[in-house]
C-alpha cells in the first residue's frame, strides 16, 4: 500500500472519529484504493468510517493502533504525508510529503472481519438532512442522559415514516419526542430503538463536519439490515459512514399526551426559579392558571406557599400536581435553545407538555402528573 494525503490534520481528525476515542486496544484500519483513503474502526455494535481523497500509487489495506497513529501524525504534522506498508516488516511507514523530519512508522496489527461485512443486502429508508437528524437526535438525547433513563429504556425510538421523522426518549416520568418532516420521496418505512449514547456519537460526528474543512453535507442516507438477526442502522454522506447495531427489543408502548385544553408561553428562567422556592416546602407542585400568570401551590409540614409566575393568559379548569424534580428536569431540557417555552395543560390530574412552538411542538416534553405516578 502507498498512498498521499495532503490533509495530515484532517486525517488525524478521523483516525479519532473512527476509533471513537483513542482509548487502550482502539484500531483503524486504513484502506487505499481509486485515489481515496478509507479509515474506518470499529466498537462493539458501532462501526464508523470516513474518506479522504488521496493519491494512491498502491492500492492496499492494513490495520493500525489509532493511539500510534494519532500519535505519528501529531509527530509529522507537515503539509501531507506519505504512507508505505512494507510487507516484508509488517510496519507502516509515515514520511513527510516534503521530506522535512525523520520516517517514523507504525506496528502493523492482526486484521479483522468487518460487521456487517460487504455482502449485506440493505434496505433504504430515504434520505434527511444532517441538520434535521441531528437536532432530532440531540433533543431527545439530553432526556437519555437523565439518571435512570438507561433502566426504563435502553434507548432512543427512530422512526421514519408517513413524511416525518420522529426520535423518542423516555424515563419513568418524561417523554421527550421530536419530530422534523421528511422530503416525500422517502424510502420503506424505519421503526427501530438504538443505543442512546452510540446514537448521538453517530450523528454528532456525521453532522459536524467529518473532518476539517470538509463542506457541510447536503443528506444523509439512511438503511438498514438484518445480519444473523441482528438490526443494523446506516448512516451515510458523500464522506461519511456510521453503523449501528440496535436493540433487540420493542419500545415500550407510550401513548401521545392528551390534547391541551389550553396553553401559555413563560419565562423559562422565572419558573425555574419559583420552582426551587416550592421545593424547599414540598416535592410536589400544583399548577394552575390564574388569568395572566402560572400560579405554584406547595404545601408541606412546613406550611404553604403560593407564588404567581408572569405568563401569557390562559385559563384551565382545575390543577395539574407534578413533581417538582421533574418539572425542572423538563425545563432544562429547552433552557439551553430557548428563553420562553410554551405550557400546556391537558386537563385537571392530566399530564403536562411542554414545547419550543406551539402546544404540540416539533420538539415536545410530557410530565406526568403526579396522579399517573401513583397508579
Request: aromatic share 2%.
Amino acid at each position: 500500500m502507498k498512498a498521499r494525503v495532503s490533509a495530515t490534520t484532517a486525517l488525524g481528525d478521523a483516525i479519532g472519529y473512527a476509533a471513537g476515542a483513542l482509548r487502550p486496544g482502539a484500531t483503524v484500519r486504513l484502506t487505499a484504493a481509486e485515489g481515496e483513503l478509507v479509515i474506518s474502526g470499529r466498537e462493539p455494535g458501532i462501526s464508523r468510517s470516513f474518506t479522504l481523497a488521496a493519491d494512491v500509487d498502491d492500492p492496499g489495506e492494513c490495520v493500525v493502533s489509532a493511539r500510534a497513529a494519532s500519535a505519528v501524525l501529531t509527530a509529522a504534522a507537515h503539509i501531507g504525508v506519505d504512507l508505505v506498508l512494507e510487507p516484508e516488516d509488517q510496519r507502516l511507514w509515515v514520511t513527510a510529503a516534503d521530506h522535512v523530519g525523520a520516517d517514523l512508522s507504525i506496528d502493523v496489527a492482526e486484521p479483522y472481519a468487518v460487521v456487517p461485512g460487504p455482502e449485506v443486502e440493505w434496505i433504504s429508508h430515504g434520505t434527511v438532512t444532517p441538520i434535521l437528524l441531528n437536532a432530532a437526535v440531540a433533543a431527545v438525547g439530553r432526556l437519555a442522559e437523565v439518571d435512570g433513563m438507561h433502566a426504563v429504556l435502553g434507548g432512543v425510538h427512530l422512526v421514519m415514516a408517513d413524511g416525518a421523522l420522529t426520535a423518542t426518549a423516555s424515563e419513568r416520568h418524561l417523554v421527550g419526542r421530536r419530530t422534523e418532516p421528511l422530503a416525500a420521496d422517502a424510502g420503506a418505512p424505519l421503526d427501530l430503538v438504538l443505543p442512546a449514547r452510540e446514537l448521538q456519537q453517530a450523528v454528532g460526528a456525521i453532522h459536524r463536519h467529518t473532518v476539517r474543512g470538509a463542506p457541510t453535507y447536503s443528506s444523509v442516507q439512511v438503511d438498514s439490515a438484518v445480519v444473523d438477526r441482528a438490526t443494523w442502522l446506516r448512516l451515510t454522506t458523500e464522506h461519511a459512514s456510521v453503523t449501528l447495531r440496535a436493540i433487540d427489543q420493542p419500545y415500550p408502548t407510550i401513548p401521545p399526551a392528551p390534547a391541551p385544553v389550553d396553553h401559555t408561553t413563560v419565562v423559562i428562567a422565572t419558573l425555574l426559579a419559583a420552582l426551587d422556592n416550592a421545593a424547599a416546602v414540598s416535592p410536589h407542585v400544583a399548577v394552575s392558571s390564574v388569568g395572566a400568570g402560572v400560579l405554584l401551590k406547595a404545601q408541606g409540614p412546613a406550611g404553604t406557599l403560593a407564588q404567581l409566575v408572569p405568563a401569557t393568559s390562559w385559563s384551565v379548569p382545575g390543577s395539574v400536581t407534578v413533581t417538582v424534580e421533574h418539572l425542572v428536569l423538563a425545563l432544562e431540557l429547552f433552557e439551553d435553545d430557548i428563553e420562553r417555552v410554551v405550557l400546556a395543560a391537558t386537563g385537571p390530574t392530566k399530564p403536562l407538555v411542554l414545547s419550543d412552538q406551539g402546544p404540540a411542538g416539533p420538539w415536545t416534553v410530557t410530565v406526568a402528573a403526579r396522579r399517573d405516578l401513583q397508579r
